[in-house]
């Protein structure tokens, strides 16, 4: 398209679509409060005339009847540049649909697609449109799922630290609801001796553990040289997290289960976490990331992207207060396998943008994508 006047909110949304993909996992998987052996991609596409913008969500397929029935109609026809309008049309939109789960997984994709939109109109990539607060976006290992036999683990983690040069990872504990926690302490110290003394290492409970089960395990996780607890009650449950928060050394962290922006206000109210971390698939898409990410730096605090990798490059590159990105197993492979322009974390960063690429550079191999297509 030519360039986009001066003062126009932009040519319009022509259409807004869904397709849906489910990946079988490379071996089943688990944390500390569920299994799966699948995991399904949910993409919004957004065109105006002939430029298209690409987002995403994971859950469940039905977020595609979401985008298609309450969202589309509501996006399709408004100015393309003004993103924000539109997150805020459909929030409205969806108030009686009941906005928490599915449906801010449905709003976040669309939101994506359409800042992915906006940057390809303008020609830039998005990193640029939103303004960098650095070039380099660190990123940490993740995975380690309770599933794993020894070797497993072994191997996973020194391909990151040792193969990629990826300082940080991250290994899931609280396996089958906190009742194999001697299981979960062998597999803290045997991760410490799979990475080194030099790489950083985090477990994820997943909400698995009671208060005073945390509590107890986050008094030995100095010895393994453990610095971030995730979720080690329920995120629900904000006066358990500051309490864990209180007795432990160790980071504690939540947000993946943000799905508004007042959730964070209240994580923050209740000094509830020592990194807030927030997922960009689920909380509103990146209009409300870039928010939650100046509310911890309001808080004094950084922000860290939950999962979905790809889709948090751009945005995290914006924000000053960022501490990392996951480099969530699952979701590596299937961005690697689905997507072309996929960046590389060797050395344990990424450059979003540094390839000139318009938009977030993502496009979806239709071909390879095809044999998963499920809606
Ligand atoms: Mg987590």
Redesign the pocket.
């Given at each position: 398209m030519g360039a986009v006047p001066a003062g126009s909110p932009g040519p319009p949304v022509d259409e807004v679509s869904t397709a849906v993909y489910t990946v079988p996992t490379d071996t089943p998987e688990a944390?500390g409060t569920m299994s799966w052996d699948a995991t399904t991609l949910v993409v919004a596409h957004v065109r105006s005339g002939t430029t298209s913008g690409l987002g995403y969500t994971y859950g469940a397929p039905a977020t595609a009847q979401v985008i298609d029935g309450q969202l589309a109609g509501v996006v399709t026809g408004r100015g393309a540049l003004d993103v924000p309008a539109a997150n805020e049309a459909m929030s409205r939109a969806v108030r009686n649909a009941g906005r928490p789960g599915l449906v801010a997984g449905a709003l976040s994709a669309v939101d994506t697609a359409l800042w992915d939109l906006k940057a390809r109109l303008l020609q830039v990539p998005l990193v640029r449109l939103l303004g960098a607060a650095a070039e380099e976006v660190p990123v940490y290992g993740?995975g380690g799922f309770t599933t794993y036999d020894d070797g497993q683990q072994d191997r996973q983690l020194r391909h990151w630290v040792a193969d990629q040069g990826i300082p940080r990872v991250?290994i899931?504990v609280g396996e089958s609801w906190g009742t194999a926690e001697g299981r979960d302490r062998r597999r803290i110290a045997r991760a410490r001796r799979s990475i080194g003394d030099a790489a950083e290492l985090y477990i994820?409970a997943?909400g698995a553990y009671t208060r005073k089960q945390a509590i107890r395990l986050g008094g030995c996780l100095a010895d393994h040289g453990v610095t971030w607890f995730?979720?080690p009650v329920s995120s629900d449950d904000l006066a358990g997290l500051a309490q864990v928060r209180a007795a432990t050394g160790a980071e504690v962290?939540?947000g993946?289960y943000g799905y508004t922006l007042p959730y964070f206000w209240h994580l923050l109210a209740a000094q509830a976490v020592d990194c807030v971390?927030a997922d960009i698939t689920r909380c509103g898409g990146l209009t409300v990331w870039l928010r939650v990410a100046a509310l911890a730096q309001a808080a004094g605090l950084a922000v860290s992207g939950?999962?979905a990798p790809h889709l948090h490059a751009h945005a995290a590159a914006a924000v000053p207060n960022l501490r990392h990105l996951?480099w969530f197993h699952d979701h590596v492979r299937i961005e690697n396998r689905l997507f072309d322009g996929v960046l590389d974390p060797a050395g344990g960063s990424i450059r979003p943008g540094a390839d000139g690429a318009p938009g977030h550079g993502l496009s979806l191999r239709e071909e390879a994508a095809a044999a998963y297509r499920v809606g």
């Open positions: 944390d993740s991250k899931k994820d997943n995730e979720e962290t939540a993946e971390q939950h999962c996951e």
